[in-house]
């Protein structure tokens, strides 16, 4: 059982608001990863974290930015959401060491 | 950077069917790991491969780590229903951001009752 959680699961936001995206994990896991899919498509990397207070940006460039204060929580934020920002974003932890990634459910963002 | 070639992009076919799938990569991975996505989830692993030639069963699913360490394939016996979903493979190997996933561009799979 994943133990990794993404709220919201919906969003629907209007052009310009401030968002962010929360993600959890309780499995103790020192990385953690925030990617983006649009529909049916490729999963891109936009951030990643090997633990507290380290974060990295991704392969794909993004205007959205992450912290790491606590093991267990990677919360992304965009500043000023925009059409261009619909997508579905998916956080994903591992512990050090091993192989393969925890996926959360997914956060599915629209902006009007 | 690494990437890897996953093919097919998608796929249509008759439940009780066969399946296969495969990525290829330029360069080497140390280990292999399969993922499946359902509509609206994040991707599950599936099947994981940590040696060179390894063959590895999941009930009806068995992949293979060749022997090259520069690809891999799924197969998947009798399809079902809801084997629909997007499969990934991706490479990993040791250490720093060279430990991350490389994942492939993904498999569509779809199935007719």
């Known amino acids: 059982e994943a133990d990794i959680y993404q709220t919201p699961r919906y969003l629907v936001i209007g052009t310009g608001k401030k968002i962010t995206l929360e993600c959890s994990q309780t499995?103790?896991?020192?990385?953690m990863y925030w990617y983006q899919q649009d529909p049916g498509m490729e999963l891109h990397l936009i951030h990643y974290?090997?633990?507290?207070?380290?974060?990295e940006k991704g392969d794909l460039s993004s205007e959205s930015t992450v912290s790491r204060i606590r093991t267990e929580h990677f919360p992304l934020t965009l500043e000023s959401a925009r059409p261009s920002h619909t997508s579905q974003y998916l956080c994903?932890?591992?512990?050090?060491?091993?192989?393969?990634?925890?996926f959360g459910s997914g956060t599915r963002l629209t902006v009007v | 950077g690494q990437q890897l070639n996953q093919s097919p992009q998608s796929m249509f076919i008759q439940e009780g069917e066969d399946v296969s799938m495969n990525c290829t990569s330029s360069s080497i991975f140390n280990t292999w790991l399969w993922y499946k996505q359902d509509p609206g989830e994040g991707p599950v692993l599936l099947i994981a491969?940590?040696?060179?030639?390894e063959l590895t069963s999941n009930g009806r699913l068995t992949a293979q780590f060749g022997i090259t360490r520069k690809d891999s394939f799924l197969n998947i016996s009798a399809s079902i229903p809801s084997d629909v979903g997007i499969y990934f493979c991706a490479g990993q190997n040791y250490g720093g951001s060279q430990g991350n996933l490389i994942f492939g561009k993904g498999t569509k799979l779809s199935v007719k009752p």
């Open positions: 994903a932890s591992s512990p050090r060491g091993a192989f393969g990634y925890t």
């Open positions: 491969l940590y040696k060179a030639g």
């Open positions: 499995m103790g896991h020192d990385k």
């Open positions: 974290s090997y633990g507290v207070n380290s974060t």
